[in-house]
């Protein structure tokens, strides 16, 4: 009787413990395409810097606050005629620095001397061609139409975001981007 009774007790605790084990437990799947034909990157489009405004601390004086947005256009050409819209896909990996709560890029001004200061609760985000809903990375834009001529031009924003009180000082941030094909 008391084999019986442990036997019963291990196939209780196996019971309970694969249930457990099963819930705790998941997959991720991912799947794409990859194609030949792809549109070239304009000649002085491959690398941009975005010069934002200069904006007080006292308009990014508390955390979720936005500023200081300016728009940058990302030009293709030798598009073939079956490409027919173009986007860009914001790389979360190779950028340089990813806040993974507000999915924007963190500041990574690097001071050159002892005046030179980095502004702190700071971050830069990335706003899709309406200008005003955010575009996180490792997300694709907006696509826009490819020309007759096979050419497109892209336009997203980028503008600071407040993570707290911010401070006196400079602000740098690299987004790395990958042409996509709805």
Not at 62 to 67: C, L, T, V, Y
């Amino acid at each position: 009787m008391r084999n019986i009774n442990m036997t019963l007790c291990a196939m209780a605790l196996a019971a309970v413990s694969t249930t457990g084990f099963a819930a705790s437990k998941g997959e991720v799947r991912f799947t794409g395409e990859l194609i030949a034909e792809t549109c070239t990157i304009t000649t002085g489009y491959e690398t941009q810097t975005v010069p934002l405004p200069k904006v007080s601390v006292q308009t990014l004086n508390a955390a979720n606050i936005e500023a200081g947005s300016k728009g940058f256009d990302l030009k293709v050409e030798n598009c073939p005629s079956a490409i027919t819209k173009v986007g860009a896909h914001f790389e979360a990996v190779g950028s340089t620095g990813v806040n993974s709560v507000t999915n924007n890029l963190t500041n990574n001004y690097t001071p050159s001397g002892a005046n030179d200061k980095k502004a702190n609760n700071v971050e830069i985000r990335l706003y899709n061609a309406d200008a005003a809903t955010q575009l996180k990375l490792g997300d694709t834009g907006a696509m826009f139409d490819v020309s007759s001529t096979g050419t497109a031009t892209m336009r997203y924003y980028g503008g600071y975001y407040s993570t707290g009180v911010t401070t006196l000082g400079k602000v740098a941030a690299t987004a790395k981007y990958t042409l996509a094909y709805p």
